[in-house]
């Protein structure tokens, strides 16, 4: 069955104190996974999408990296600021596929306290 | 770029009745739109995929002559919750796939708020 799993559910960091987030994925090869970071109230924010193993991107404190079997988002000296929900996606099989529909994981709830 | 836009970005309607959201692709063409339904502390739960100019896929469980989709442009899709109950508050998020582009990211909205009473 494909899925993605995230862990962990919660995280509560100090600020400066880096981390990752863990996002693994069983899927019939992988055509893309993506990050998003979602505010309460608000729809998400795309961050970075990674094709192949071995990819990485970065955009300011954060770093995405990406395996076969999972993919990290690494937080460097992380802000306040920097406190939301983080979702990893990957992309639907073909036979699925509706346009590009996304399987989500539950979600990584980062909350930084300065 | 890639912006997305929902109307309204809440409501509250009375039990019974119909409510239309509305998501516009701003600064680009969007042949595919998704709509999804996020309660509390969940993860997002896609309802459908709207295709330009042709029906609505909805996924299993989602009751199609409730929540009505329309995608009648590049850059307009809407979704009307009708006779809508109690149930069916939620938060109501869309998203819209850049048709020119090669890969896949989905560009999201803000959301729209639904109260039933």
């Known amino acids: 069955e494909d899925q993605v799993t995230q862990s962990p559910e919660a995280l509560r960091l100090q600020e400066g104190e880096s981390s990752s987030l863990n996002c693994s994925y069983t899927?019939?090869?992988?055509?893309?996974l993506f990050w998003y970071r979602q505010d309460p109230g608000k729809g998400p924010e795309f961050l970075f999408t990674?094709?192949?193993a071995g990819e990485e991107k970065e955009k300011e404190r954060l770093k995405a990296t990406l395996t076969k079997k999972e993919s990290f988002l690494h937080i460097t000296a992380p802000k306040p600021e920097d406190s939301a929900t983080y979702l990893c996606?990957?992309?639907?099989?073909?036979?699925?596929?509706?346009?590009?529909?996304?399987?989500f994981g539950q979600g990584t709830e980062l909350s930084v306290k300065p | 770029g890639a912006v997305v836009s929902q109307h309204p970005s809440w409501v509250i309607c009375k039990s019974g009745t119909s409510v239309k959201i509305e998501c516009r692709s701003l600064?680009?063409?969007?042949?595919?739109m998704f709509w999804y339904r996020q309660f509390p502390k969940q993860s997002l739960m896609l309802m459908a995929t709207?295709?330009?100019?042709?029906?609505?896929?909805?996924e299993q469980g989602v009751e199609k002559d409730k929540f009505l989709i329309n995608h009648a442009s590049l850059t307009l899709s809407t979704l009307t919750v009708t006779s809508a109950h109690p149930e069916d508050s939620s938060f109501y998020i869309c998203?819209?796939?850049?048709?020119?582009?090669?890969?896949?990211?989905?560009?999201f909205g803000p959301g729209t708020r639904l109260t039933v009473t």
């Open positions: 899927v019939s090869g992988l055509r893309g």
């Open positions: 990674l094709y192949s």
């Open positions: 996606a990957v992309r639907a099989p073909m036979i699925y596929n509706q346009g590009g529909k996304l399987i």
């Open positions: 709207s295709n330009e100019g042709s029906k609505a896929t909805y």
């Open positions: 600064d680009f063409q969007a042949t595919t």
């Open positions: 998203s819209a796939r850049e048709t020119s582009g090669s890969s896949y990211e989905q560009y």
